[in-house]
């Protein structure tokens, strides 16, 4: 009987081991959360971008301007194959979605509020 409750915990401890060192699921930031940071990593690229040049609001900013401003590799490594629009001056960048993301369907426009907000559109037909 006594070695049928010591078998008993051991079998209780190794389950509770094999529970313990299971993979865990990836943490860090979601999909949107990342597409999110890179909008707000464009939007400083471009406040960087005009602080050191005098062409002022109507230059048309592109990849290349930004380029140094930007983590490298930053238009070449989409979160999930998003498409990043700079936009002028006083507007906020946005993303295109390729695909669907977290349920979101493929071809929505998602930006960047003022207030800090994810907030997105349907991109007309």
Known sequence: ?????????I???LAVALWLSR???????SPLERIAGRLIE????KHYWYEGH????????????LGPYLSPGF???????????????????????????????????LRVGDDGKLGKSERAP
């Open 1 to 9: 009987m006594v070695y049928l409750a010591v078998a008993g915990i």
């Open 11 to 13: 079998s209780l401890v």
């Open 23 to 29: 993979p865990k699921p990836a943490g860090g930031p």
């Open 42 to 45: 464009i939007e400083r690229a």
């Open 54 to 65: 005098s062409a002022g609001s109507t230059h048309v900013l592109t990849p290349e301007d």
């Open 75 to 109: 238009w070449k490594n989409p979160v999930n194959g998003e498409r990043y629009l700079i936009n002028a001056q006083g507007a906020n960048p946005e993303a295109e979605l390729t695909r669907t993301t977290e349920n979101i369907a493929k071809g929505t426009i």
